[in-house]
């Protein structure tokens, strides 16, 4: 199989050959050969160690009980995917070579030439999108086909002494980093220097924010501790380009303080009487009167330090005062803590940016108490910072509900892309360890390749800048790093084709990096609601909410979202309108910011299970019509049904609509159009569905059938295309 492989990159650099011939660029095809030879260079290395892989491969739940049959098929597995990537590669030269499909030149970035402009990364004034790999080695093979990012790791055990000196290898490394890529600064929590228990406490780090934080945040070593790491890192690393994406401030942050009566909670820790005294304050700051919180609590305790018997919070009291109390002082706590980070930065790096990576299930799954309030935290920012991630398959032995619907689950990725988005709009995207890949549910030796494009085509056209993918565990011989653990086995880095279309998709998204970015500007006139008072309440609100945003999203709309904080920042001009579904609880000041939209002529569409009390369930009044529009509506079928009725006499509906199937059954393609320069519209279509979907696509107000052409190939395309499951679309109206 490898003599097989070997000869067909020979056939292929003849093709290459052919393809310079006629000044067409080839770096697809020389990533198809760099992408070969290395997993060739991996499969002989597998075939040597099964046992090392038998036992990656049982720490899957899905090949737990086939792990050494896995490890064995595994380097058969490898040559003859890279077989398959090379015919695959072959044919389509042939084809270019032919004259039978044709290929636009790619923009292929210098890293060192990166600069920001807003929301757009750019390269020689065009947008660009890039990607990298979290562990990936250092090779100039590896970095030409699959990405150059620059990055500095800094952490608290670096530090040598209690005076705050650096140990000599970072000193050293401050002083080399010379790459004049761009690139960004980690900072972990990870580790403490072995001085700080002496200096800070015995407990200093015992009480932890699980997974990556080793140390009590609230202790207030913690501020002198990292007061002295920035003193010692920051001046250095201020002038140079590691910073050009920013301060990653954190690693996938949680404070998880609540139970869960006997079952275990995942990543709890405990808090420290630092925290309980802050708390106590926070308490007495907001109820006055321990009668107040009694009668809130429903408890009876005579004096404020009485509240350590009360915590820490279960589950179980998700929907009382104290459960709303603690979790918003969780939240309020580990914002000022990252606040303090930013400034203390900043006083060495004045231009700094600042971002940290949130794992945005948090938001989207609704987890109860994490301590992270994902708006309040990328409003500090000026990166829009995440590890966002979306589900290829189930790897669990419980049955998943998006898994009778759809062949992926983008409610992840779709709807907190749209978040940040709607927050912080003029900002670029930074998943700095993308999960669209070797997640604990994207894990699959036998993975359709078409659902990398699918996933990453997706993540971009929502406003995703730069990734670094998670994760590249193999050194340069094709041996494993040490703790590659339980995201290697049935992972990209034993998967040629799935590698290979990753690269692929980037080089097609520079390759029209203006539409892409046209797409990441998109007007959302639609707003949906999000109430953090019912969040932080109600376990299924998030449910509710993806229901409502689960209908728009596949009507060719940008959607968007309106907090509190939102409608209060940010220009809603060109809003048309917000959409209040099933929120029973917002807090005054939500109340009063909604009615003040509506003063100010906005238009509300709410349904009659909405807005009933705040957040200590007393009720609240009315939302008056004022100056703008208050329709109410009985069902989410209406409220769809009345929010397209009023883009469509606002003129704001797509100027195209597609029919799936002839209308029979569930839609499942997510579209978008743009305009291009040309005054030609452009369609980017996916297909998140169990089966082939057959459009038909057409003007919305004449209902004529408009011609098509494929523009990555340069082709026409039928009139009624056919897409499969994972399949993109990605067309350009033809003109007369």
Known sequence: MENIAKNKIKILKTLIYKLEEQNIETHKEEL???????????????????????????????????AAIMAQKLPKFERNDVIKLLDETIATAIKIVDGKIKRTPY?????????????????????????????KPNSNKLS???????????????????????????????????????????????????????????????????????????????????SKLFKATIPDLASKKSTQLGYMLTNEPRWANYTNGKEPVWFRANVSNYTIEKFKTWLKKRHKTIKTLNTLWNT????????????????????????YDWTTFNQERVTDWFTFMKSEIRKYDPQAKVHLKIMPSIFTDNNPDSGIDLEALTELSEINGNDAASHYNNTQPKKIEWDDNYAWNWRELYMSYDFLKSIKPDQINFNSESHLLSGSHVRDLY???????????????????????????????????QNSGKGYAGSNNQQPRVTF???????????????ITAFQQQKKPIRLFYSKTSATLNADYMDSMFMLYESLNFEGLSLGFATKNIIKRIDNSDWDVILIHKTEEVTTDELQTLQVYLDNGGTIILDKKSLKTDEYGKEISRLNESNGRLLLVSSLKEMKAKALSLL????????????????????????????NNKGNQILSIINVGKSNVTLNIKNRKTKTSIAFKDLIDDVPIKNTPTLKPYEVLFIEEIKN
Not at 204 to 226: C, E, H, Q, V, W
Not at 300 to 315: A, G, M, R, W, Y
Not at 505 to 512: C, V, W
């Open 32 to 66: 198809a050969i760099t992408t070969s030879e290395e997993f060739l260079k991996f499969a002989n290395w597998d075939e040597k160690n099964t046992e090392e892989n038998t036992l990656l491969f049982k720490q899957i739940n899905i090949y737990k009980d086939s």
């Open 144 to 226: 030409k086909y699959f990405g150059e990012l620059n990055n500095f790791f800094i952490t608290p055990s670096q530090l040598k002494n209690k005076k705050g000196a650096l140990n000599s290898t970072t000193f050293e490394r401050l002083q080399s980093n010379a790459s004049d890529n761009t690139g960004f600064v980690f900072i972990s929590h990870k580790d403490t220097p072995y001085w700080s228990s002496e200096s800070y406490g015995s407990d200093f780090d015992k009480i932890t924010g699980k997974p990556f934080t080793s140390y009590d945040i609230d202790n207030l070593g913690a501020r002198d501790m990292l």
């Open 107 to 135: 923009i292929r970035p210098d890293w060192s030439q990166i600069t920001i402009d807003g929301n757009q990364l750019l390269y020689k004034s065009k947008p660009v999108f890039l990607h990298d790999y979290t562990w």
């Open 648 to 675: 469509d006499n606002n003129n704001e509906l797509p100027s195209l609509e597609i029919i799936e199937n002839e209308g029979a059954g569930a839609k499942k393609c997510i579209w978008r159009v743009i305009k």
């Open 501 to 515: 279309e990753l690269e692929n998709t980037i080089l097609d998204l520079n390759r029209f990096s203006e539409e």
């Open 300 to 323: 009876n305790l005579s004096k404020f330090d009485e509240i350590t018997s009360q915590l820490p919070v279960d589950l179980s009291e998700r929907e009382t005062a104290k459960w």
């Open 447 to 481: 993975m359709n390749p078409k659902y990398v494009r699918a996933s990453y085509w997706s993540a971009y056209t929502l406003g995703l800048n730069v990734a670094q993918t998670w994760f590249w565990p193999r050194r340069l011989d094709g041996s494993l790093r």
